[in-house]
């Protein structure tokens, strides 16, 4: 009976360490998703010309889901209109961080404000910016992500020696 108790407080740590690194590649992957969500609207506004709502919906289902719902509620934001605040944006969402929040926010209230041209001019913009913020969260994802699973690892042991 120790031994199963002991199996499953290691079992426990590691799945701890692994929730607390995958919150860094969840951010890497929205920032991706992010980054090829603007590329796709930059090269759709310039050539098909189709309407934003139509593009957004066709966007591709692994990379909105990577999106973390946001897609849906600039959606809901086209659909009924009203005012897109960062809070009707993400929800209770801990993702990313406040600044990146507002940065993000700022992306999807400038889309279809203006004309093709300067659209695509913003978006270039926010695709730079968005991969800074990537670059940042992969350096986060290299420096704190492997740190979970090992620190999982080593307080499970701690606690099967501290039992032995």
């Known amino acids: 009976m120790k031994w ?4 499953l407080l290691f079992a426990g740590c590691l799945l701890a ?4 690194s995958s919150r860094y590649k969840k951010r890497v992957d929205f920032f991706t998703s992010l980054i090829y969500f603007a ?12 309407r934003l709502k139509k593009l957004v919906e066709d ?11 946001i897609d849906t ?8 209109g009203g ?13 990313i961080k406040k600044e990146e929040k507002e940065t993000v926010a700022m992306f999807f209230k400038n889309l279809g404000r203006s004309d093709v041209e300067n ?10 910016r968005f991969e800074k913020l990537q670059n940042e969260a992969m350096a986060e994802y290299k420096k704190y992500g ?16 501290i039992l032995i």
Do not use: C, P, W
């Not at 590329?39 to 189709?50: A, T």
């Not at 966007?59 to 719902?69: A, E, I, V, Y």
């Not at 492997?146 to 020696?161: R, T, W």
């Open 4 to 7: 199963i108790m002991m199996i």
């Open 17 to 20: 360490g692994y929730l607390y």
């Open 39 to 50: 590329q796709k609207l930059d090269v759709e506004i310039n050539f098909s010309r189709e």
């Open 59 to 69: 966007f591709d289902s692994k990379s909105k889901s990577n999106l973390q719902g």
């Open 73 to 80: 509620a600039f959606l809901q934001y086209l659909n009924n």
């Open 83 to 95: 005012e897109l605040t960062t809070d009707s944006l993400f929800g209770k969402k801990n993702l």
């Open 119 to 128: 659209q695509t001019k913003e978006i270039k913009n926010s695709i730079s």
């Open 146 to 161: 492997k740190l979970g699973i090992k620190l999982g690892i080593i307080a499970g042991l701690a606690l099967i020696v």
